[in-house]
C-alpha cells in the first residue's frame, strides 16, 4: 500500500511540475497582433463601385456595405474588418489591385489595433 501511494504522490509531483511548465511558456505564446483595414475617401470612386468592393472582399451586406461607404463619405475614413497581418495584407493587397483595374483611385490601408 504505502508503495502505491507514493508513486501516487510521484504521479501528483509530475502533474504539478507539467503545470508549472505550461503556465511558464503561456506568456510567451501571445496572439498575434490584429491589424484594422481601412477604406479612404476620395473624390472620383464611385460609391457604388465601394459598395461593391466591400460586399466582394469583406463579405458584408448591401445594407451593411452601404453604411460603411456613408461613413467612409461623410468621415473621409472607416474601418472595414479586424484580421490577423496577413489576412490584412491579403485584403488590402485585393482591394487595391481590383481598384486599379477598374481605374479607380480607391485606396485601402491597414494598421495595427
Known sequence: MSFHTTLMADREDDDDGDMGVKLETRPKTKKPPLYKVLILNDDYTPM????????????????????????????????????????????????MDFA?????????????E
Open 48 to 95: 457604388e463601385f465601394v459598395v461593391h468592393v466591400l460586399e466582394r472582399f469583406f463579405g458584408l451586406t448591401h445594407s451593411q456595405a452601404f453604411d460603411i461607404m456613408l461613413t467612409v463619405h461623410k468621415k473621409g475614413v472607416a474601418v472595414v474588418g479586424v484580421f490577423s497581418a496577413e489576412i490584412a495584407e491579403t485584403k488590402v493587397s485585393l482591394v
Open 100 to 112: 486599379q483595374q477598374h481605374q479607380h483611385p480607391l485606396q485601402c490601408t491597414m494598421e495595427k
